[in-house]
Every structure is written in C-alpha cells, then in structure tokens.
C-alpha cells in the first residue's frame, strides 16, 4: 500500500535545463507535503514544501506544483546544475490532523545533471 | 550545533547478534524518528517518540526496540539479527509537528549488514 509513489526511478537533464520531478499520493487527507534531497552517503536535507492550501511554492531555483484534484506533486529544478545531482524523495503528511509529524516518503528519484 | 548525530557508521552483525544503533539530537527538538531505508525503495517509520518517555510504533516496528529516556537520545535496539534488517538506517528529530514547516532534520545514517 504505497500511498505516496515517484514512478520514475531516475531522470537525466543538461545544464541549464529544467528538471521536473513527480509524485503522486492515494490519501487526500494528506495536507502538507515535503520534498527532500540526498547526497550519497548522506542523510536526506529538506529542501522545499508546501501546505495543501496553496498551489505553487518557490523558493529559489526550486519551485513546487501541488495539483489536489489530481493527487500530484511535482519540483521543478530551474536552472538545473550538477551539484543538483541527487535522489530527490517526496514527503506528505498529516500536518494539521495529526499530533506525530510522520511523513510518508516516496520511493525516491534519482536526479543527473549532465555539464 | 552537531544537529543530528549517528553512531556507529558501519556495522556488520551475524545473525542472531543484537546491537543498539544511537541517535542523539542537540536541537531540543521534541519529536524523533528512526527509519530504514532499503535499495531502491523509500523511508519506511521504525519507531517515533512525540517526547521523552514516549514512544509509538511506525509502518515496519517488527524486530526492533526503542526508548526516550531524555530529549536528546532516541536509541534503537534489535534483537537476534536477521539478514532482513540489512538496511541503512536514518534518525531523524524535528521541533513541532504544526505550523508551517514540519521540517524533520536527519543524521548520517547507518549502514548495517547481517549476515
């Protein structure tokens, strides 16, 4: 019962480009929702979210889509550069309900920037 | 401030053996997190303590312990080791679990093998 899912294992972009990473999650009562980036070796580092009450959130290069009818996230990466390299993990969790703070993480997708 | 720190950073154990996997936060955060992370797959929630003296099981409890005796140290036990917990593991702490950002802050990891 995968209740939050990245399909796409991996993604390679150019320099410069924009990279588009996706989730999609199955509870619509998630309302916040978090995306995480990893170095290897590493423990993941938060890099941006957003609450259920907004569409867009940007911060930066990094700007993040949340379509509630659709049960879809995405992070759009503009302009990608290679220290972007990394396995991008998305979060969502029941910010306002719950009293734990538990995040559901989806399986992770593996970012390349190519110079 | 270290953050979040982990301890050991390798370990191979025989099946059967038990360790403890440490965590420790400088942060003063109420909110603690152990989680497994498997090839290819996502986090998956061991355990989480809401504050010290309590502790809830996450999605994958089976084959391990926990306790939250102070604030800052969120130790996790397993007994009888199974090849089935090769695993990294991650802490992670955060402060509130309400507000805007539930931003949870992770350690290192520990890579663990059971052979």
């Known amino acids: 019962d995968q209740q939050v899912k990245q399909n796409s294992p991996s993604l390679s972009v150019q320099e410069g480009r924009i990279s588009i990473l996706n989730c999609d999650y199955t509870?619509?009562?998630?309302?916040?929702f978090l995306w995480y980036k990893k170095y290897p070796a590493e423990g993941p580092t938060f890099l941006i979210s957003?609450?259920?009450?907004?569409d867009k959130n940007e911060d930066g290069r990094f700007t993040v889509f949340l379509n509630k009818s659709a049960k879809h996230l995405s992070l759009h990466i503009v302009p990608s550069q290679p220290g972007d390299s990394a396995v991008y993990f998305c979060?969502?969790?029941?910010?306002?309900?719950?009293?734990?703070?538990?995040?559901?993480f989806g399986q992770g997708t593996t970012l390349q920037v190519k110079p | 401030n270290a953050g979040v720190t982990q301890t050991p950073k390798f370990r191979i154990l025989k099946i059967g053996q038990s360790m403890t996997l440490q965590c420790a936060q400088d942060?003063?955060?109420?909110?603690m997190y152990w989680y497994r992370q498997d090839p290819g797959m996502g986090l998956k929630l061991i355990y989480y303590?809401?504050?010290?003296?309590?502790?809830d099981k996450g999605e994958v409890p089976n084959g391990y312990n926990v306790s939250r005796s102070t604030t800052e140290d969120f130790p996790l036990r397993l007994e009888l080791a199974a090849p089935s917990q090769t695993s990294v593991y991650f802490c992670?702490?955060?402060?509130?679990?309400?507000?805007?950002?539930?931003?949870?802050?992770f350690g290192p990891g520990t890579r663990l093998t059971v052979l």
């Open positions: 992670a702490s955060s402060y509130t679990r309400q507000g805007p950002s539930n931003e949870q802050f």
């Open positions: 509870n619509s009562m998630f309302d916040y």
């Open positions: 957003i609450s259920s009450i907004k």
């Open positions: 979060a969502a969790s029941l910010q306002y309900s719950s009293n734990t703070g538990k995040l559901i």
């Open positions: 942060m003063n955060h109420n909110y």
């Open positions: 303590s809401v504050g010290a003296g309590i502790t």
